[in-house]
């Protein structure tokens, strides 16, 4: 019963640096999503994936990247870390049209 | 393109008071509508839906119903406890937008004992 399995859960990075976040999930869900969260602001759309082998810009796509490896893997990339970047990322993902399942979130601090 | 409204909080309340969080849309096809709850430190879990108009989606004794005409998934409790206490995130899911996923800015609930 593990869901949706995000890595890792607490990051540092120093501003310049990459790095990448890894999510997992094991329900055979089509779409999938990376979301970051600001204190007191709402979730932010980076990117999604519709299904395995695309991948589209949301709201806030600046500063990442993103692969869907296969249908189970989703990635986020900060290829030069900045500390507007400092935030909480949420990966998702859904079966199409029925509720999203969430990761437990990665806290990233940028310094 | 789609959008979901919450009213703005914190919303503080006394324990066993009633509780409403309003939700308002837009959307281009025809959504299903969602209500998820974050607890401190946790990600997001859903608390109830509803795919269609009228529908109502009930959950932990919280309730939303899918109001087409007032495009409008209000979410009501009769009775908060301070285990209620987190935050709550409207959303829809439009398949007229390929299914996207949009949020609300959620609202911070603090229940007081």
């Known amino acids: 019963n593990a869901g949706v399995t995000q890595t890792p859960k607490f990051q540092v990075l120093k501003t310049g640096q990459s790095m990448t976040l890894q999510c997992a999930q094991d329900m055979n869900h089509n779409s999938m999503y990376w979301y970051r969260q600001d204190p007191g602001m709402g979730l932010r759309l980076i990117y999604y994936s519709a299904s395995e082998g695309t991948t589209d810009k949301g709201e806030v796509p600046n500063g990442y990247n993103v692969s869907r490896l296969n249908k189970r893997e989703f990635s986020l990339r900060l290829e030069s870390a900045a500390p507007s970047q400092t935030s909480v990322y949420f990966c998702a993902s859904t079966r199409q049209g029925l509720e999203a399942f969430f990761g437990q979130g990665t806290r990233l601090t940028v310094v | ?69 007032t495009t409008s998934f209000h979410l009501e409790k009769g009775s908060v406890q301070v285990s209620d206490s987190a935050v709550y995130f409207c959303a829809l899911s439009d398949l007229g937008a390929g299914n996207m996923l949009t949020f609300g800015g959620g609202t911070r609930l603090m229940v007081k004992p």
């Open chain 2, 1 to 69: 393109g789609d959008s979901v409204t919450q009213m703005e909080g914190p919303v503080t309340l006394s324990e066993e008071a009633f509780l409403t969080i309003n939700c308002t849309y837009t959307a281009t096809g025809y959504p299903s509508l969602f209500w998820y709850v974050q607890y401190p430190g946790e990600g997001l879990q859903l608390l109830l839906k509803a795919t269609k108009a009228d529908d109502k989606g009930s959950n932990k004794g919280f309730e939303a119903t899918y109001r087409k005409e």
